[in-house]
């Protein structure tokens, strides 16, 4: 099998992935509401008062997050007021959950005080912490050193490999 | 078990993994800088080439990363030529390996074009495809639904929980 490391100056990386993932949830803010969507916020008060950015960013990352599929906007009302919007993950933003928690995993190794990380997340069943893992599709725990790059079916070449 | 997430009113945020951890790799230039050390670059007309985000911010992405302890400087010389720099991943840079592959996971499912994804990582050892999966310390596999989060040994509360 050939390792495509020794032609990526020929890859163009214009449909990247990562890129483009990053893209969608790629500011600070948009990752804390995120968070807090996971933690079970839904309402826009509660994500502006946990996430202090300020309301304005709030109600832009909402609807940014809302427009790019990652949250529902659901009508809900409570007796006497108006009509108001609360916000709950899709199963695309849903999904997203192994990255928030590969981005707190390595916080927590990498960046915790000397006091060590706020939270934990834990297995419902069995109260041991969740973490991610590199995995193959054959069980095996994965090192870095241990990741071959391939072409996949979107690869663009700019020009023909050696 | 008590589930925290009832008195999240409570906790103070200011110490979050997962906004430090954004801190420190939350632009889209320096994740692309990152994926590009990943796939082997080391030089600075490699990582200026391959992250077309201009010379300077490639030149300010790979200062900061350095700075961060991401990535290492290393003197090199050619024959002939001034002493240059080269940037290789360090142990905490190389540990961010599952916060790329878990974007380039979802991008791949999420967000890529109908051609499919343009690269794809697997095992060197058995040829199939790595992935980051939310697993637990005793080995299950774990459903977004069944994660818990409880308070860890940095966490500031703001009021005492009830």
Redesign the interface.
Known sequence: ?RD??QD??A???E??????????I???SA??VL?EA???ARRFDDFA??VAVGEPAVAARLKELTADGLLDRVPYQEPGQRTRYEYRLTE?G????????????????????P????????????????????????G?D?R?D???????????TTTRPA
């Open positions: 099998m495509l490391l990526r100056d890859w163009s990386m449909n990247c992935s990562i890129a483009r993932a990053f893209e969608i790629g500011t600070r990752v804390l968070r996971f933690f079970g008062r946990r695309k849903r999904a997203l959950l192994p990255v928030i928690t590969a981005l707190r995993d390595w916080g927590d190794i990498w960046a915790a005080g006091e060590g990380p706020p939270v934990r997340a834990v297995h419902r069943d069995c109260a041991t912490p969740v973490r991610v893992r590199l995995v193959c599709d054959n095996h994965v870095s241990e990741v071959e790059i391939q072409a996949g079916p979107g690869l663009i």
